[in-house]
């Protein structure tokens, strides 16, 4: 990607990385130096554009996984602050924030079909934890903490993002959480289902590494029809012309070499 891509400009500290994919193996970097890598508008914008890029690759050149992580061990804090002064007090610009530009990269995020594993060290809050939540897998530090004390700072979260939460955390979490203020430690994000996995805080970067690149020995296109009904699903369907759909990697080179493995006792070759 080019240095707009990745959200470099300047006189401006924070960027998204795109790396490409090794062994198979993708990584998004949020980076905001000296601020626990706050987003910012520009880095919103990147995350969609990127993520947009990332769906659009043919399957079979696609990274088989991709990760998220923060840069300097801290996965994200949330929104700029520094830049909130500048439309947060208009109705309109406020609205068109978060309806146009976290929402949609949010959507980029979630909508892509390529299994995505957060890699959370340290703080994962506010615009970190949606980023958070729209992964398939999530696995923290045992330091990590998790939050939106957003009600410090005067605002409630937006509709669809709030939305997005209620389908990862429990209400009585998210009610703890915006209500009063409060973080949640690693062990109690683990008990209600905010993460998958807690390890020690060396080791997060590691065991991420080794269940994205585990996906090798499974099916690619399994995982991305997968992701699809669970969206399917998740919005009241999937419809009459989704269902049909469903079924059409009846003949796929994928389906017939996983079945046709296991009758003949041998490990699957999906292939690249």
């Not at 914008?45 to 923060?70: C, H, K, Y």
């Not at 929104?79 to 949010?106: S, T």
């Not at 915006?178 to 062990?187: F, G, V, Y």
Request: proline residues 5%.
């Amino acid at each position: 990607m080019t240095d707009t891509q990745q959200g470099r400009q300047a006189g401006r500290a924070g960027e998204v990385r795109f790396e490409p994919a090794s062994d198979g193996v993708a990584r998004v970097v949020l980076a905001n130096p000296g601020k626990l890598n706050a987003i910012d508008i520009a880095m919103w914008q990147t995350l969609r554009t990127g993520f947009e890029e990332l769906q659009a690759m043919p399957a079979d050149s696609a990274p088989i996984a991709v990760i998220v992580s923060g840069a300097n061990g801290q996965f994200a804090a949330g929104g700029d602050i520094a830049e909130f002064a500048e439309f947060r007090f208009d109705e309109e610009r406020l609205r068109d924030f978060h309806e146009q530009i976290v929402g949609p990269a949010l959507d980029a995020i979630r909508n892509c079909d390529i299994p995505l594993f957060a890699q959370i060290d340290g703080a994962c809050v506010g615009g970190g934890l949606e980023i958070a939540a729209c992964c398939d897998i999530r696995i923290c530090g045992e330091t990590s903490r998790f939050g939106a004390p957003i009600g410090r700072l005067g605002f409630p979260m937006a509709p669809g993002e709030l939305q997005l939460m209620c389908g990862i955390a429990p209400q009585a979490v998210l009610r703890e959480m915006l209500l009063e203020a409060r973080l949640i430690d690693a062990a109690t994000a683990l008990r209600c289902g905010l993460v998958h996995q807690v390890t020690a805080d060396a080791d997060v970067a590691a065991v991420t590494q080794a269940r994205a690149q585990a996906l090798h020995k499974l099916a690619p296109q399994a995982a991305r029809i997968n992701k699809r009904t669970l969206r399917q699903i998740a919005r009241g369907g999937p419809d009459a012309a989704e269902r049909l759909a469903h079924y059409r990697y009846a003949d796929s080179a994928e389906h017939r070499e996983g079945v046709t493995a296991f009758i003949n006792r041998r490990p699957p070759r999906f292939g690249r």
